[in-house]
């Protein structure tokens, strides 16, 4: 099997080929604007760098040859999409909404990147695929618009499917993290997401700014959980996943984001290239219009119903809490 990944050099693209070539025979063509991810992983990947905005060409004769496409270029961070919604809008819906266009001209199985944050400001116990409301806030929390570019791509790829017989699979990341989620540049800066700034800000001697208080519950999973629900779903022998949409999440793993920072700090006390500043770690607290700035709205919890996976896919998360936070902590302390 041949598969063709776009956006491969970041979080879940990387961590994607890795697990291929551990537990498959697939090859892989990876596309992405840098490869710093992408060195060494043999003759079974091959790597092509470039623009998505200027690639409709190659892109198009290689999903033309390959059996499944995963497009998983895309902005994700909420620092980014805050602060650059036009981006965001082009990125994650336009150049998306082309990739999907050529998936349904050459009848080529696309496996598509939703987000748990469709379900936006959804409330209940668990968020269920098929049945949970969608409810995004006022038009100008732009925080908004990468939720509804997602939710307008499952929308219509789901309309490719009923109307051009489109094979897909829409899947939804509930707060995955691991190695590799975000870089100590971004961190610098304050965008990066939740568990990396904070082992940055610990690291270099700031405060772990817990953003209106940190109350706020996420359900983390392990990015090896995630990628090997993945790698089930590429293979489905049954065809048990295609038109279906399915949360990838660990429910047993829901935690508040000052329960994160605090397990951060205690796993970072385990490693020596952390543990003065560990020990010397502090929290504060602060609105999120003053971390953020004007369009940032949170999600008190969210937290993944995982049953679907579970039947159709036979797949359930294998990493608890503490051991993925602190799989995440050692990648980091051992980077030069």
Known sequence: MNILILGANGFIGSHLIERILEKTDWTVTAFDLRGDNLQGLGDRVSVKLGDLYDQDDWIEEQISRCDVVLPLAGIAKPAYYITNPLMTFELDFEQNLKIVRMCAKHSKRIIFPSTSEVYGMSSGDTLLEDESLLIQGPIKNTRWIYSCSKQMMDRVI?????????????????????????TFNDA????????????????????????????????????????????????????????????????DSNHSIKALALEIV?????????????NEATLIEQ???????KGYEDVQDRKPSIAKAMELLDWRPQIGFKEAVRKTVQYYASRP
């Open 188 to 251: 610098r800066d304050r965008k990066a997401r939740s568990i990396t700034q904070m082992i940055y800000d610990v690291s270099v001697g700031r405060p772990i700014t817990l953003v209106d208080g940190g109350i706020q519950r996420r359900s983390f999973t392990y990015v090896t959980d995630g990628v090997d629900c993945l790698i089930s779903i590429i293979e489905d022998r049954k065809s048990a996943a295609n038109g279906e949409i399915f949360n990838i999440g660990n429910p």
């Open 266 to 278: 205690e796993a970072m006390k385990e490693f020596p290239a952390f543990s003065k500043s560990a």
């Open 158 to 182: 789901t309309a490719y499917g009923q109307e051009r017989g489109l094979p897909y699979t829409l899947f939804r990341p509930f707060n995955w993290i691991g190695p590799k989620l975000d």
């Open 287 to 293: 609105p999120s219009q003053t971390y953020y700035g």
